[in-house]
């Protein structure tokens, strides 16, 4: 049984950082690609980044520059690190493998930027 926990969201001023974690179990994760996705009420789920098993990172044009994506097969964890936060990144965060068919989706972590 696949089981996803996403981590370390917050309220953040915007400019300033947060790094998520999101910790997978049940699944060989050095061999599958994850990414990470982000969900504003009312709006369909958008992905954010996807990092292969090779460590090959995409991004949105959005969040390019700004986002970084990156996994640690030891720990089972894939992580996104953001800086320059914008008010526009607020959303509930989380991750899941990059396509159709997904894992069961973990509860999300909260991100807020507002002054």
């Known amino acids: 049984q696949v089981q996803i926990v996403e981590s370390g969201g917050g309220l953040v001023q915007p400019g300033g950082s947060l790094r998520l974690s999101c910790v997978v179990s049940g699944i060989i994760f050095r061999i599958r690609a994850m990414a990470w996705y982000r969900q504003v009420p009312g709006r369909q789920r958008e992905l954010v980044a996807s990092?292969?098993?090779?460590?090959?990172?995409t991004y949105a044009d959005s969040v390019k520059g700004r986002f970084t994506i990156s996994r640690d097969n030891a720990k089972n964890t894939v992580y996104l690190q953001m800086n320059s936060l914008k008010p526009e990144d607020t959303a509930v965060y989380y991750c899941?493998?990059?396509?159709?068919?997904?894992?069961?989706w973990g509860q999300g972590t909260q991100v807020t930027v507002s002054s």
């Open positions: 990092i292969t098993s090779g460590a090959s990172t």
């Open positions: 899941n493998a990059p396509r159709s068919p997904y894992y069961t």
